[in-house]
């Protein structure tokens, strides 16, 4: 199993940015698919999560600023990062629980990062 995240880089305070996620590999299901980030000096912290149903949660600190959103059939997350702060600069995983093998066993797999930097 794989996940492929794409779409960091860097942005000016206040404007926006895309991140996506594609999980492949041998996939039988996915429950929950998202993203955590750690920023320089920091822990790692929940940015936001998304079910196979399409309900969603967010950490604190992105909450009304970012959207998660998922394609089921494509096994891919999006996540819209807008209004950014210089303190969302941190590298963004992309993170899915899924069963590999088949027999219902799910367990969680991590990308290996995007770098989002937030600076004038």
């Known amino acids: 199993v794989q996940l492929q995240a794409s779409g960091g880089g860097l942005v000016q305070p206040g404007g926006s940015l895309r991140l996506s996620c594609a999980a492949s590999?041998?996939?039988?299901?996915?429950?929950?698919m998202g993203w955590d980030r750690q920023g320089s000096g920091k822990t790692r912290e929940l940015v936001a999560t998304?079910?196979?149903?399409?309900?969603?949660l967010y950490g604190d600190s992105v909450t009304g600023r970012f959207t998660i959103s998922r394609d089921n059939a494509k096994n891919t997350i999006d996540l819209v990062m807008n209004s950014l702060k210089s303190e969302d600069t941190a590298i963004y995983y992309c993170?899915?629980?899924?069963?590999?093998?088949?027999?219902?066993?799910?367990?969680?797999?991590w990308g290996r990062g995007t770098q989002v930097t937030v600076s004038s």
């Open positions: 998304i079910t196979r149903e399409g309900n969603s």
């Open positions: 590999g041998s996939i039988f299901g996915i429950k929950n």
């Open positions: 993170n899915a629980n899924i069963d590999s093998s088949g027999r219902n066993y799910y367990t969680y797999h």
